[in-house]
């Protein structure tokens, strides 16, 4: 019952921010852990980052410093805000919620592309 909708993934030039949103559906979303993951082109799926139901957040050691996520519990609303973007970051961006009641919950996943 809970459905994640992901938006603000595109074309962006090396250098250039972009904003990922993830809009949960659901009763339960200040409870749950919400994560971005990202998944390149032949390769696995690899942790992004992570915020807590406490707002504690966690990143992958090499996005440290140009990536941030953030929560907003009235809103239902996880953010990615990645800057300073590079080619290797081009990838599928996914959301995942995790909660005792439902387990992990993947969105559909919006595409990044980074050019020179």
């Known amino acids: 019952q809970v459905q994640l909708v992901e938006s603000g993934g595109g074309l962006v030039q090396a250098g250039g921010s972009l904003r990922l949103s993830c809009v949960a559906s659901?009763?339960?979303?200040?409870?749950?852990?919400m994560a971005w993951y990202r998944q390149a082109p032949g390769k696995q799926r690899e942790f992004v980052a992570v915020v807590t139901a406490g707002g504690t957040t966690n990143y992958a050691d090499s996005l440290k410093g140009r990536f941030t996520i953030s929560r907003d519990n009235a809103k239902n609303t996880m953010w990615l805000q990645m800057n300073n973007l590079k080619p290797e970051d081009t990838a599928i961006y996914y959301c995942?919620?995790?909660?005792?009641?439902?387990?992990?919950?993947w969105g559909q996943g919006t595409q990044v592309t980074v050019s020179s």
């Open positions: 995942k919620a995790t909660g005792p009641m439902f387990g992990s919950i």
């Open positions: 659901g009763n339960t979303f200040s409870r749950n852990v």
